[in-house]
């Protein structure tokens, strides 16, 4: 049974930083593509960042520079590390994993797997 758990999110003031994981169980993690996405109050889930099996990183538009994504393999956990936090970033985060990356990665649903989500909440 697939598992991700995400933690590290909270309340930060505008220009703050946080830290968010997600620990995967159930999969072999490494031949994983993983990646993070967001979902605010009315609006869609959009994607923030992925990092692909290969270790190729991308991201939205309106996190690059602020955010960067990593993975650690031997602990099957994926980083989100947050910086230059804004209020428009305050949604729930979600973790996922795709069993077959490639260039969909913006898309939710070429993803296998979903965590919970985190709330993480910019006040300014």
């Known amino acids: 049974q697939v598992q991700l758990v995400e933690s590290g999110g909270g309340l930060v003031q505008a220009g703050g930083s946080l830290r968010l994981s997600c620990a995967a169980s159930?999969?072999?993690?490494?031949?994983?593509?993983m990646g993070w996405f967001r979902q605010a109050p009315g609006k869609e889930r959009e994607f923030v960042a992925t990092i692909q099996w290969s270790d190729s990183t991308y991201y939205a538009d309106s996190v690059k520079g602020r955010f960067t994504i990593s993975r650690d393999n031997a602990k099957n956990t994926v980083y989100l590390q947050m910086n230059s936090l804004k209020p428009e970033d305050t949604a729930v985060y979600y973790c996922?994993?795709?069993?077959?990356?490639?260039?969909?990665?913006?898309?939710?649903?070429?993803?296998?797997?979903w965590g919970q989500g985190t709330q993480v909440t910019v006040s300014s």
């Open positions: 159930g999969l072999t993690f490494r031949t994983y593509s």
């Open positions: 996922a994993a795709d069993r077959w990356g490639g260039r969909h990665y913006a898309i939710s649903g070429e993803y296998d797997y």
